[in-house]
């Protein structure tokens, strides 16, 4: 089993940043890659970005390519995901989630958090 816990969401102002951290525990080698969704009320979840705890290979949404920086800290288990130039799009509940593979395939992830909302006002 492994266990992950989002956090640093909150209420920003459009064109504001914020950093969300991914704290992972238990088996975490046993999932090679972390990776970043987000849902958005009445749509579906989506991909964001994702890193490799091994080889810190990263993949990006073309949506936040340029604006989101995925890193991780292997030493304390956690993932970060830097979001510069939020705009009002970017708002929704933002997840982690533990996976075999560094991909944008949600099925590939099978250990997850509760969510941390992410809110930019325009």
């Known amino acids: 089993q492994v266990q992950v816990a989002e956090s640093g969401g909150g209420l920003v102002q459009a064109g504001g940043s914020l950093r969300l951290s991914c704290a992972a525990s238990g088996r975490t080698w046993s999932r090679d890659a972390m990776g970043w969704f987000r849902q958005a009320p009445g749509k579906e979840r989506e991909f964001v970005a994702a890193?490799?705890?091994?080889?810190?290979?990263?993949y990006y949404a073309d949506s936040v390519k340029g604006r989101c920086t995925i890193s991780r800290e292997n030493a304390k288990n956690t993932v970060y995901l830097q979001m510069n130039s939020l705009n009002p799009e970017d708002t929704a509940v933002y997840y982690c989630a533990a996976g075999q593979a560094v991909v944008s395939d949600m099925y590939n992830y099978d250990y997850w958090g509760q969510g941390t909302q992410v809110t930019v006002s325009s």
């Open positions: 890193i490799g705890w091994n080889t810190g290979y990263s």
